[in-house]
C-alpha cells in the first residue's frame, strides 16, 4: 500500500491457480486490492469497466501473450503500469519487454516456487508509485504559467506545454521536433541553444534573461538524462514583463525625482545663500530685540539649508543599490558618527559585521539614526551599535527617553517631535534600508531607549 491509498491490482494468468493465489495473497499479505482474471480479453474488460493502478500479467498464454495484451492495453491506456512475469530469464524476452514499455517484469518460477509475493508487491507499489508522481509532474507542466519544453542540444524542440507554446505563438502538434530557430528570432534561438549546450556540458542549470515578441522571459537550462540518444534540458521560461516594467517605471520616476530634487535645490540655495550673506554683513544687534530676530532668521535659514539637503538625500538613497561593496559596520558606524555634532554623546560598537552594502549610502542611514538619538534627547545619551544575535542584521540602540508613544509611523515623512528636525531624518533611514533589499523595524531598548534592527543584510 501507498501512503493510505490502497492500490488496486490486476493479476491476470490462463492458470486459475496461479492467478487466485497470487491475487489472494498480495491482498491478505500485503494490502493490495487484486483482482485475479484467467484470460486476457476478460483483463481488457475489467480495465474498461474499471479502475486500476497496475496490471500483473503472465507472458505465455494461449490466445494472446503478455506483450500482445500490453499492446492492446496501450490504445486506451497509454500509461496503465504492467508487469510482466515471464518464465523466460532471456536477454530477448527482457529486450523486447523493455521495447514494448513494460514498467517491470520479473520471473515467474521466482515467484512461485520461492514464494516470493513480497517482492512481487513491492515492485508493483514501486511502479504504481512512479506513475503516479509522473502523473503529478505531468499535470503541474500541463497547467504551469510557466512555458516548459524539452529542447536538445541540437536546438530542436521534444515537447512543449501548453504555456510555451503560447509564447512561441503556435500548436503544440506543430512545435514538436521543430528546430528553435524556426519559431523565434535567429539572435534569441541561438542565445538558448547555447545555453542548453553549457547546462548539458557543465551538468549545471543555466540562467539567461532574453525577449520574445516585445516581452521579457526569465529562463533556466535544467540538464537531463539522455532522451532516446540525445542529450537535452528541461527549459523553464518564466514571463517576466511586469517586474521588467516596474523597475523600469521605477528607475525612471527616481531619476525625475533626482531631478526635480537637484532644480528645486539649486533654486533655493542661490536665495538661502545671499540672505546668509546678508544676514552675516549686518550690523551687530543694537539691543536685545534685534538679537533676538537676528538669532530666529539666523535658525531659520539653517533650517531651510537642512531641509534642502534631506530632500536631495531622500531623493538619491531610495534608488535601488546595483553594485554594493564589502564593509565593516565598525568602520562605516565609526566615521558615520563623526558627521554628527554629539557634544557629549557616546558611541559603542559592541563586535564588527562585514556584509555587502553602499558605503555611503550606509553612512548615511546611521548618521541619521545617530543624530536622532542625540536631538531627541535632552541629555547626553550612549548609542551602542552591534550585530543581531541571529546573523542577519545590525541594530542601533540608546539609553535615551525611547519612541514618543504618539508618533505613527516614525519613519514617515514629517514625522518629528523636535523643533530642530526636519522630519526627513528617519524616512531617509527606511528608504536606504530599502534600496539595499533590507527591512528596519523600530522597538525599545534594553535601557528604555529606542532600538531600530536592520535586517535581510548580505553577509561576507
Known amino acids: 500500500m501507498t501512503g493510505s491509498y490502497q492500490i488496486r491490482a490486476l493479476v491476470v494468468d490462463d492458470s486459475d491457480f496461479f492467478a487466485e493465489m497470487t491475487a489472494d495473497t498480495l491482498s491478505e499479505k500485503h494490502g493490495i486490492d487484486a483482482t485475479a482474471v484467467n484470460n486476457p480479453e476478460s483483463a481488457l474488460e475489467r480495465i474498461r469497466a474499471e479502475s486500476f493502478d497496475c496490471v500483473v500479467s503472465d507472458y505465455e498464454m494461449p490466445e494472446m501473450d503478455g506483450l500482445e495484451l500490453l499492446r492492446s492495453i496501450r490504445q486506451f491506456e497509454p500509461t496503465l503500469p504492467f508487469i510482466l512475469l515471464t518464465g523466460r530469464g532471456d536477454e530477448e524476452t527482457a529486450s523486447e519487454a523493455i521495447a514494448a514499455g513494460v514498467a517491470d517484469y520479473l520471473l515467474k518460477l521466482e515467484v512461485v516456487e ?54 512561441l505563438r503556435g500548436e503544440r502538434t506543430e512545435l514538436t521536433d521543430r528546430q528553435l530557430t524556426a519559431v523565434m528570432d535567429t539572435e534569441t534561438a541561438t542565445a538558448r541553444i547555447e545555453a542548453t549546450r553549457e547546462a548539458v556540458e557543465t551538468g549545471d542549470p543555466v540562467h539567461t534573461e532574453d525577449t520574445v515578441a516585445g516581452r521579457y522571459y526569465s529562463n533556466q537550462f535544467v540538464p537531463v538524462d539522455g532522451h532516446r540518444g540525445t542529450e537535452w534540458v528541461q527549459l523553464v521560461s518564466r514571463d517576466i514583463t511586469g517586474r521588467i516594467e516596474r523597475e523600469q517605471e521605477l528607475q525612471r520616476q527616481n531619476e525625475r525625482l533626482d531631478q526635480f530634487a537637484s532644480v528645486v535645490s539649486h533654486d533655493l540655495r542661490n536665495p538661502l545663500n545671499v540672505a546668509s550673506s546678508a544676514l552675516d554683513l549686518l550690523s551687530e544687534p543694537d539691543d536685545e530685540t534685534e538679537a533676538e530676530y537676528h538669532a530666529k532668521i539666523d535658525r531659520s535659514l539653517d533650517r531651510m539649508a537642512a531641509i534642502i539637503d534631506d530632500v536631495l538625500a531622500l531623493a538619491r538613497n531610495g534608488q535601488t543599490v546595483d553594485e554594493p561593496s564589502v564593509v565593516s559596520l565598525s568602520t562605516i558606524a565609526t566615521d558615520a558618527w563623526d558627521y554628527v555634532e554629539t557634544v557629549e ?8 559585521f562585514t556584509f555587502r552594502a553602499d558605503p555611503s549610502r550606509l553612512r548615511d542611514m546611521l548618521a541619521n539614526v545617530f543624530r536622532n538619538a542625540v536631538e531627541h534627547n535632552d541629555s547626553p545619551v550612549t548609542v551602542e551599535v552591534g550585530t543581531l544575535t541571529d546573523g542577519t542584521g545590525f541594530y542601533v540602540a540608546d539609553d535615551g527617553d525611547g519612541i514618543d508613544d504618539g508618533v505613527d509611523d516614525i519613519f514617515q515623512m514629517g514625522n518629528s517631535t523636535s523643533e530642530a528636525g526636519t522630519g526627513m531624518g528617519l524616512a531617509i533611514v527606511s528608504e536606504i534600508a530599502t534600496a539595499h533589499g533590507w527591512t528596519v523595524e523600530a522597538t525599545e531598548s534594553d535601557t528604555g531607549g529606542a532600538r531600530f534592527e536592520v535586517t535581510g543584510v548580505d553577509p561576507v
Not at 502523473?135 to 512543449?160: C, H, M, Y
Not at 554623546?345 to 564588527?352: K, Y
Open 114 to 167: 520461492d514464494k516470493q509475493y513480497g517482492r512481487l508487491a513491492n515492485r508493483i507499489e514501486n511502479v504504481v508509485s512512479q506513475n503516479r508522481t509522473r502523473k503529478k509532474f505531468e499535470s503541474l507542466v500541463e497547467n504551469s504559467p510557466d512555458g516548459i519544453a524539452q529542447l536538445d542540444t541540437d536546438g530542436r524542440l521534444l515537447s512543449v506545454n501548453p504555456a510555451m507554446a503560447e509564447q
Open 345 to 352: 554623546s557616546e558611541l559603542i560598537v559592541t563586535d564588527d
